[in-house]
């Protein structure tokens, strides 16, 4: 499943199947993560979580890290206008978030999954969507069910049982696909980090900058306020002079 989710107050999300049709949505107030993580297993087993900001909260971050799969996070944060276009059948404004991020997921590798579903493997057609939207080649991950055990490939099925030199190279190649899997995740995770730092960051300086802007408006207000009381005291001064 490919799940959207909108964190706030109240927590809305939609679950996508494979194949980009909407399986189910909501939207609950102080809903919790474990709670949301509950949901979600009860409806499947997701392959992509998904937000519509950037870069993505921390409690979205924190679904896709207890799932393990990676996370979809946009450029930029998708425009309000962009939402209900999307979602223009959905009333709920945290939903149509929620939906638009799946929407935008799904759109992502929409064209990839459609030439899986349309194949004419033997394997597990969301399993082999499912690697791949964790980062797997195809062709890879067609390597992979078929070593873990899934149904073999017609065009290996009359093949000679491998000697033990191909056995220890395949088992290699699981391996390193494996470790290639954990780093590519590892590697999301810190991309994330990065925005979510760069963003802390850009406010910080924002924030530093009208501070800035403020202390030097307050002293030129005050500089204009001390020389219009030396005018004001000159004029005094005149007025004294002239009675």
Do not use: W
Not at 41 to 70: C, E, K, M, N, Q
Not at 113 to 120: A, C, F, H, P, V
Not at 175 to 186: C, T, V
């Amino acid at each position: 499943m490919i799940v959207g989710i909108d964190p706030g107050v109240y927590t809305a999300y939609a679950v996508f199947d494979l194949n980009g049709e909407l399986v189910e949505g909501g939207c609950e107030k102080e809903l919790s993560h474990e709670d949301l993580v509950r949901i979600i297993s009860s409806l499947g087993r997701p392959s992509l979580i998904a937000t519509d900001v950037s870069p993505a909260p921390a409690f979205v971050a924190r679904i896709a890290s207890r799932f393990h799969v990676r996370l979809f996070s946009p450029e930029n944060n998708i425009p309000v206008e962009e939402k209900k276009r999307i979602g223009k059948s959905i009333q709920n404004p945290h939903i149509r978030d929620a939906y638009a991020a799946a929407v935008k997921a799904y759109r992502q590798y929409d064209n990839t999954l459609r030439k899986i579903e349309n194949s004419d493997t033997v394997l597990d057609k969301d399993l082999l969507k499912h690697l791949f939207l964790q980062g797997h080649k195809v062709a890879d991950a067609e390597f992979m069910l078929a070593k873990k055990g899934g149904e073999k490939l017609e065009r290996d099925a009359k093949q000679e049982a491998p000697s033990p030199r191909k056995e220890k190279r395949d088992q290699r190649v699981l391996s390193l696909l494996s470790e290639n899997e954990n780093l590519r995740k590892a590697l999301d995770s810190e991309k994330q980090e990065r925005m979510r730092l760069k963003n802390r960051l850009e406010k910080s300086k924002s924030s530093r900058t009208t501070q800035v802007s403020r202390d030097r408006e307050v002293q030129r207000l005050q500089g204009q306020v001390a020389r219009l009381q030396i005018y004001i005291s000159r004029l005094k001064k005149r007025r004294k002079k002239k009675r």
